[in-house]
């Protein structure tokens, strides 16, 4: 089953945690000094929140499989849609280990799809050079456009 991805760049993460809190009806799944994540059913969305240098905002949108089947499958659609995009195996970024796939849509947006298989106890740090923008763009980021995903824990 897929689950839409939401990461959001936030100046003040407490306040944020408050407002999406109060919004989703629900305390993050995840809590890190610099993250937060909601894994909510309805809507089925896995939505992110972080302070890691990136501007706030929407920083990147995606999608969540639950197998490396579903991935190969969005992945091919993701790559049909774009045509390019770039593979990540074993990435290790946002306190989670997954394999992804990153693309834009044509006006620039970063589009990931992941499948994530395993938790870190760190933030972790993607290697940029498979994001699909400038890696100078990205080199202050982890989870910036193109550059991060593996945003749940393992199925």
């Known amino acids: 089953m897929k689950r839409l991805h939401v990461h959001v760049g936030v100046t003040d993460l407490d306040r944020s ?17 610099d993250y937060a994540k909601w894994l909510l059913e309805d809507p089925r969305v896995n939505f992110a929140v ?19 089947e579903e991935l190969d ?13 770039n593979v990540q195996e074993a990435a290790s970024c946002c306190y989670a280990r997954s394999h992804k796939t990153w693309s834009e849509d044509p006006s620039g947006v970063s589009w990931e799809t992941f499948h994530t298989y ?19 763009a990205l080199a202050s980021t982890c989870c910036g456009p193109g550059v991060c995903g593996g945003d749940a824990p393992a199925p």
């Open 17 to 33: 945690v408050r407002f999406y809190s109060v919004l989703f009806g629900a305390a993050p799944t995840v809590q890190k000094p």
């Open 50 to 68: 972080s302070r890691r240098g990136h501007a706030p905002g929407i920083n990147h949108l995606g999608i969540q499989v639950d197998s490396r």
């Open 73 to 85: 499958d969005i992945a091919d659609r993701l790559r049909a849609a774009a045509e390019t995009a």
């Open 118 to 136: 395993g938790d870190t106890t760190d933030y972790g740090d993607d290697d940029p050079a498979h994001a699909p923008r400038a890696a100078a």
